[in-house]
Nanobody, 122 residues
Framework: QLQLVESGGGLVQPGGSLRLSCAAS????????IGWFRQAPGKEREGVSC????????NYADSVKGRFTISRDMAKKTVILQMNSLKPENTAIYYC???????????????WGQGTQVTVSS
């Protein structure tokens, strides 16, 4: 059974950093493009970043460009979202998803993890 598991969330002060990890079971990580999405209370799930199967192509939401970096750790078979200069408005549950293409569109994804909470607050 294909599963995705996120980790690395937590509480951080504004301006701080967090490193989220997405691990897979039931399939090889490089069989799919992987995307990170987030959902704040009362809001729709929105695309944050994605990375292609090869890791060559990436895409970012305008709101996180220059602060977030997505990458593949081939040895650990995970996808990492490095988040720097975090802001209170980045508070949300962060989800990773698997898709055939690197897309920031929610409907492009076939599989989802359970999410990890990120809270940015002083």
């Amino acid at each position: 059974q294909l599963q995705l598991v996120e980790s690395g969330g937590g509480l951080v002060q504004p301006g701080g950093s967090l490193r989220l990890s997405c691990a897979a079971s039931g399939f090889t990580m490089d069989s799919y493009a992987i995307g990170w999405f987030r959902q704040a209370p009362g809001k729709e799930r929105e695309g944050v970043s994605c990375i292609s199967r090869s890791g060559v192509s990436t895409n970012y939401a305008d709101s996180v460009k220059g602060r977030f970096t997505i990458s593949r750790d081939m040895a650990k078979k995970t996808v990492i979202l490095q988040m720097n200069s975090l802001k209170p408005e980045n508070t949300a549950i962060y989800y990773c998803g698997a898709s055939s293409i690197c897309s920031l569109r929610y409907g492009a994804y076939d599989y989802w993890g359970q999410g990890t909470q990120v809270t940015v607050s002083s």
